[in-house]
Structures are given as structure tokens and as C-alpha cells.
């Protein structure tokens, strides 16, 4: 970009932020500037980076799909870790939360609800009137329950909610409902590419996570994670 | 008008007064193996900059090599500044590199001079001239530095004309006499690279006016663009402006030991004393400090340095010391302590602090189980639970953790 366009885009970014805000435009891939943005560290410096705003939205749905053992759960709770000192919930539609692996990637058991609801719906009432008291919040659902109705009205309830409130909703699923697709602002799709062994032994996975929606920055892009399963999950990949 | 200091020689003039090195030793300072300044007798025998010490010690073997300490050297400079700054804001000064590079000399000219200009814009002439004598003595109360003034309208002229005024004097060059004074002054003043200065010197061109003579195209031809500059400032005309250096603000203690000192355990009550003192000051000024540095001059005239940046503004003695005892730990202590200069660096106002508006806040637990006692009490509630730890360490998972229910 020669001198004269460069100036004239300067000058027409201060010309817009005077107008309208100074985070109304910021430069994709600028993750040294602290962002604006509220939101928690997923623990991986490369998937912060790639996020733009430096981590997961606070105020906002973030849907992660993918297969068990594919590393959504992982990041979800990575996530809960981040959120010290505040009251985590985990809402556990499928009945798979192990809370010992949460434990080993950190998160603070005692500030811990568990609740598993028989429905989406349930779900989604408690979650109306929970998001203004926690930290993070991850709904983790199976498959069956997604492809059932959600209730609309149930379901702008509670983003108008989550709006309000400063807490981070993280849906956790196989596949995207649709439906929750559409009110997510980050969308991550996880993908295992292979098992890290060690010997005869499988001591970690690889994992390429594909960011199909970002409010706040680029979306399809990719981010490779390696996450081990000794005692404490390890950080990015290559 | 412009006021140009020059302090000729003056990496040498420090080491001569901190080293109490007598006048008629003649002086070099290195920085590994080679020379990196040089006292004016040494100059003399043809020592320069670059030089190996090996050679060096041929052309003048009586002379005493130490090693260069660029951390004093810098803050003298930035002293030079402040006493400077009295008068006006607008001081430009070299700043000194770093480290001594292999190629590129610490200071500007041949007499590894420290140089400074003023610009007391549109003072008029008159008072220009007891203005810089003034200058000029108080940096010698304040510093013991003793330096020559040149008086300008431009920099470059100025300069020229402290370059060739002797020490503890003043030398004003009128407006429209530059050129006439430049004239017959030797090239190498000019600020230039080594390659343009040889070129020069092959082409014949010597003095100032010999290159002013020349066509801006020919010096543009043979030079590039530094020529165009160059040939200009051989005209008398500068274009370039005093850029205000930044002054910082720093708290500083300096202690120098007789003897070396060998044990670690002195040193760190040093440190404690020195933090103490730090503290009052920052109080007494009512700062707080941020980028702490310790520096250690060792026996034999190296030097050690760390640096940390606090994660928050402080004054207290206690986090000054534990910050300083850290430091010590990271430093790599060859030889005895001769000296220790902790310089706290980043000075901010205190600012007043946040206090927890309300302390008595339920905690985040008891805040959501509020929440979840009007949910609870509903007939078709989902079951919640507290997840609680049983046993962490016991061999089956399902006995870590156990659950809770939340009860309405």
C-alpha cells in the first residue's frame, strides 16, 4: 500500500472511530493491542491469538462441536479454569462430565455446580437464571437433544440474559443446532488428527480446531492444539 | 540560537575521576578486546577506536586499560541533562549505544566528545553569550565536567564551533558568517559515515570549504543522499532541529566500597539499607517506582547489571528489598562488590487506592446457591450438586469426587 492510500485509511479509521467509538474498528490480527472486548483465556496462546479479541467472549454464546475426545470438552474446561475465584456451572445434559479430568485441567471443584437437567429446555430456564451469578458457564449436550426443537422463546430469553450479564455461555455438542449456531458468536469446530504416543502407550491427541464464526475477528482459519492426558493438559500444538 | 557543549574525551574524564587515575597516566578503556575510547595523550599516539588492546598497548605502553562502563557513562549524561534542563527543555543529546559494537564508535567525533545542544530559540544575541558561560559553569559546579560552548543559529555551526574552541570557553559564530567560518575546517567534523569520509579524503576534499564548493550534484553523485546533507552543512545551513531528548525520572543510590566486598550476606544488608533510603526518598518525593535496576561494579573493573519491571508501582522498602535480593540472586558474582548503583526507574505519582467497596460480599458459592433456591423449590427441578473432593489421590477416579445435592 503505497503513503498516500495508507494516510487516507488512517485518516478515514479516525474520521469513523470519532463518529462512532473507538472499538467501532480494529485491525484483524492485532493481538497485541489489549482488546476491548471482555473475555477469558482458553489457556492456549495460539487459539488467543487466533480468536483476535484474546480468548472466548464474555456476554456471548461460543458453540464448540466435535466428537468425543476430540478436545472441545477440554477447551470448555480449560476455559472454567480461567474463571478463578468465581462460581463455575456446568450444565450436563449427555451425563458425561468427569470431574476428575476438570480437576486436572484445572478448574476450582468447590466453586462447582453441577446440574443435569432431563431437557433443553430445562437447561435453558436454569440457565436464564443463572448467567448473572457466574463466571463461565458450559452446556454440555448430546447430539439427540440438539436435533429436538429449541424453544425460541426460551432461547432469546436467555441471550438477552447472557447480554447483560458478564458471563461466558460455552455450548459443548457433536453437531451444531442449528438454531444455536445462529445466536453464537464464536463457532469452534474441533477435529482429532492423530493419537501422540509414547511407546505402546497413547499419552495425548492432536487436534485442529477451525474457527467457523468469530464476531471479532477472522473466522476460517485453523489452530493445531496438542493435549496430553497426563496430569496437567498441555499447551498449543504446531 | 543554538548553544552547542561539547565535553571532549569524556568516557576518559569519567573513568579519571571515578578510578582517581592521575592526569599524566594516559587512559584507554575497552570493551572485550578492543579499544572503545580513548583519554586525549593516548589519542595523540595514534590509539583510536577499534583498535585491538594488543596494539593500543604497542603505541603506548604506558597506559592503564580498564574496562568501559557504558551504564555510568549514561547516567552521567543524563546528569549533564538535568543540570542543562535548568535553562530550557529543548536539549538534544547522543544518546550512547547500548553495547559498543565492533564498528560503530559510542560517540560522534573523533574526540569521543559528549555532545549537547540547546536551542534558546529566539533569545537575542546579547544574552545568548553570558547564557551559555553560564552553561557552561554550572555543569562544571554540578558534574565537574569542564566542556567549550559553541553559539549559532543552526546546529552544525555550532558545533563547529565548540570543536574548535578550547575548553571553559565560548565561541559565537554570527548569522551569515557561517560558511566563512566553516571554511577552513577539516571534513572529518561533518557527521558521516566511515566510507563517505574516505571517499572524501581520496577525492582530495579536506576542508569544509573545498566540499562546499563543489555542485549539490556532485555531492549527491558521490555520496548518495547523506551528501546532499552534508553539502549543506558545509554551506553553514542546517536544517536539522534540537530534538528534546526525554528526561526520566529515576531515584538513584550509589554506594562504593574500600575493599571488595566477598560475602553475599553483606551485600544483600547493603541492599536492605539501600532500599530503606530508596523508600524514604519515594516518600519524602511522594512517588512510587516501577523498572527497579541493580548494577554491581566488580573488582578488576567489570560490571554486572540486572533489570526487573515490578508488576505494580511501589515504595515500600520491604518490596524494594525483596525485588533487590531477587536481582542479587539472578547476578553472576565472579569477583569481589567494589560499588552497587540501584536506580529505580518509571516514577509515577501515588495513586490512590481501590478499596473493596463492599468487603462483606457473599461468597460465589453462597451467591449462586441464592440464585438456586427459588429454582429449587419448583417441582420439576433439575437436580443440582457441589462437586466435593473425597480423595484425591485414591487409585479409582470414582472415589476423588464425590457429589453433593443442593437442597432448596
Redesign the interface.
Known amino acids: 500500500m503505497n503513503k498516500d492510500k495508507k494516510q487516507r485509511l488512517e485518516e478515514a479509521i479516525v474520521a469513523i472511530r470519532r463518529e462512532y467509538g473507538e472499538e467501532v474498528l480494529r485491525p484483524l490480527g492485532d493481538s497485541g493491542a489489549e482488546s476491548a472486548v471482555p473475555h477469558l483465556s482458553t489457556g492456549f496462546a495460539t487459539l488467543d491469538r487466533a480468536l483476535g479479541i484474546g480468548g472466548l467472549p464474555k456476554g456471548h454464546l461460543t458453540q464448540l462441536s466435535g466428537i468425543p475426545t476430540s478436545g472441545a470438552m477440554t477447551l470448555a474446561c480449560k476455559v472454567l479454569a480461567q474463571a478463578t ?3 463455575v ?1 456446568c450444565i450436563d445434559l449427555s451425563r458425561t462430565f468427569d ?2 479430568y476438570a ?1 486436572r485441567c484445572g478448574v476450582a ?10 431437557t433443553l429446555d ?2 435453558l430456564e ?1 440457565l436464564t ?2 448467567v ?4 463461565a458457564v458450559v452446556l454440555v449436550m448430546d447430539t439427540v437433544e440438539g436435533k429436538r426443537r429449541v424453544n425460541t422463546p426460551a432461547l432469546k430469553r436467555l441471550m438477552a440474559a447472557l447480554h447483560r450479564s458478564r458471563c461466558a455461555l460455552l455450548l459443548v455438542e457433536r453437531a451444531g443446532t442449528p438454531l444455536l449456531s445462529e445466536k453464537a458468536a464464536v463457532r469452534l469446530h474441533f477435529q482429532r488428527e492423530r493419537w501422540l504416543r509414547q511407546r505402546q502407550d497413547v499419552n495425548g491427541y492432536r487436534t485442529q480446531v477451525r474457527i467457523l464464526k468469530n464476531q471479532w475477528g477472522r473466522s476460517d482459519q485453523s489452530v493445531r492444539l496438542v493435549i496430553g492426558f497426563s496430569t496437567v493438559v498441555q499447551g498449543d500444538g504446531a | 540560537m543554538i548553544v552547542c557543549l561539547v565535553l571532549p574525551y569524556f568516557a576518559t574524564t569519567l573513568a579519571r575521576q571515578e578510578r582517581s587515575v592521575p592526569q599524566a597516566v594516559p587512559l584507554i578503556l575497552r570493551s572485550g578486546e578492543k579499544v572503545a575510547a580513548t583519554c586525549e595523550s593516548a589519542a595523540v599516539r595514534e590509539v583510536v577506536f577499534g583498535m585491538t588492546i594488543q596494539q593500543a598497548k604497542w603505541l603506548c605502553p604506558e597506559a592503564q586499560v580498564i574496562p568501559i562502563n557504558l551504564q555510568t557513562i549514561r547516567q552521567r549524561t543524563e546528569e549533564v541533562l538535568h543540570s542543562l534542563s535548568r535553562f530550557t527543555h529543548l536539549i538534544e543529546t547522543e544518546r550512547i549505544a547500548a553495547k559498543t559494537k565492533t564498528r560503530a564508535a559510542p560517540f560522534p567525533d573523533a574526540r569521543q566528545s559528549a555532545v549537547f545542544y540547546v536551542d534558546l530559540e529566539r533569545l537575542a544575541r546579547e544574552e545568548t553569550m553570558p547564557l551559555a558561560q553560564h552553561m557552561g559553569v554550572t555543569v562544571r559546579q554540578e558534574t565537574a565536567f569542564e566542556g567549550a560552548c559553541g553559539v549559532a543559529t543552526t546546529k552544525f555551526p555550532a558545533y563547529a564551533a565548540a570543536s574548535e574552541t578550547r575548553t571553559g570557553h565560548v565561541r559565537v559564530i554570527e548569522k551569515g558568517e557561517e560558511w566563512a567560518f566553516l571554511a577552513a575546517l577539516p571534513i572529518t567534523l561533518l557527521p558521516m559515515k566511515a566510507e563517505t569520509r574516505r571517499r572524501l579524503l581520496l577525492l582530495g576534499i579536506e576542508t569544509l570549504g573545498a566540499f562546499a564548493s563543489l555542485p549539490v550534484a556532485a555531492a549527491a553523485a558521490q555520496c548518495g543522499k547523506e551528501g546532499i546533507l552534508l553539502h549543506q552543512l558545509a554551506r553553514g545551513i542546517d536544517p536539522r532541529r534540537v530534538i528534546p531528548a526525554t528526561l526520566q525520572v529515576v531515584e538513584r543510590v550509589t554506594r562504593a566500597f574500600e575493599l571488595p566486598l566477598s560475602d553475599g550476606q553483606i551485600v544483600g544488608a547493603i541492599l536492605r539499607s539501600v532500599s530503606a533510603e530508596l523508600s524514604a526518598r519515594l516518600q519524602a518525593s511522594g512517588c512510587m517506582g516501577k523498572t527497579l535496576h541493580l548494577h554491581l561494579m566488580l573488582e578488576g573493573g567489570d560490571s554486572v547489571q540486572q533489570k526487573t519491571t515490578l508488576r505494580q508501582s511501589v515504595s515500600s522498602s520491604r518490596y524494594l528489598t525483596e525485588a533487590l535480593l531477587r536481582l542479587l540472586a539472578r547476578l553472576s558474582i565472579s569477583s569481589g562488590v567494589c560499588g552497587l548503583v540501584v536506580t529505580l526507574a518509571d516514577l509515577v505519582p501515588f495513586s490512590g487506592q481501590q478499596l473493596e467497596l463492599f468487603p462483606d460480599q457473599p461468597k460465589p458459592r453462597e451467591r449462586l446457591h441464592k440464585r438456586l433456591s427459588s429454582l429449587l423449590t419448583r417441582p420439576d427441578a433439575p437436580p443440582c450438586f457441589w462437586i466435593t473432593t473425597q480423595d484425591r489421590a485414591a487409585r479409582r477416579i470414582e472415589q476423588r469426587y464425590g457429589l453433593e445435592r443442593v437442597l432448596p
Open positions: 475465584g468465581e462460581a456451572v470431574v476428575d480437576a471443584t468447590d466453586n462447582l455446580l453441577l446440574i443435569q437437567p432431563p430445562h437447561a436454569t437464571a443463572l448473572d451469578t457466574a463466571a
